[in-house]
């Protein structure tokens, strides 16, 4: 991979556990390259991890026979990850549930991926494109003004 901005790349994966970790490790490479300051390499590696893993077990049912596409965009502003699956995926985004609702046990055990994306990330969103259900992810470089966590529409 090429360091510099602006950059783009994708990845075809089988829906199986553990085919994620190339791609983290080629997006870890590039941001260590082109972007050594950048401080939140962690946290967009768990959330482009948690977003995959959901797409094997939830989007595709580990149907090894469906692909999951990660594309990774990047430019001087920011980092933006699209991940499709060839599930149904769901109408919305939910909103974030507090811990304490989690822990309670008010809220069924599920969705803690979605709500660990939002946590670590700037901005999330999903939908449906070129016919495959996606979850967007971006990371600000500059944290702040755009740095709100919270789902968006499109």
Not at 20 to 46: G, H, Q
Not at 64 to 87: C, H, N, P
């Amino acid at each position: 991979m090429e360091a510099g901005f602006p950059f783009s790349a994708e990845w075809v994966l089988p829906s199986e556990y553990g085919c994620e970790k190339k791609v983290l490790a080629e997006i870890e490479a590039y941001v260590k390259r082109a972007d050594p300051a950048f401080e939140r390499s962690d946290n967009m590696l768990t959330a482009v991890a948690e977003a995959c893993l959901n797409a094997f077990e939830h989007g595709n049912r580990l149907e090894e026979s469906l692909t999951v596409q990660v594309r990774m965009t990047a430019d001087e502003r920011k980092y933006l990850f699209q991940i499709f699956d060839e599930g149904e995926g769901f109408a919305a985004c939910p909103g974030h549930l507090q811990p304490a609702e989690r822990v309670t046990g008010r809220e069924v055990a599920r969705g803690w991926g979605l709500f660990l994306i939002g946590a670590l990330a700037d901005r999330w969103a999903c939908g449906r494109s070129e016919g495959k259900f996606y979850i967007e992810i971006e990371f600000s470089k500059q944290r702040g003004a755009e740095a709100n966590g919270k789902p968006v529409s499109r």
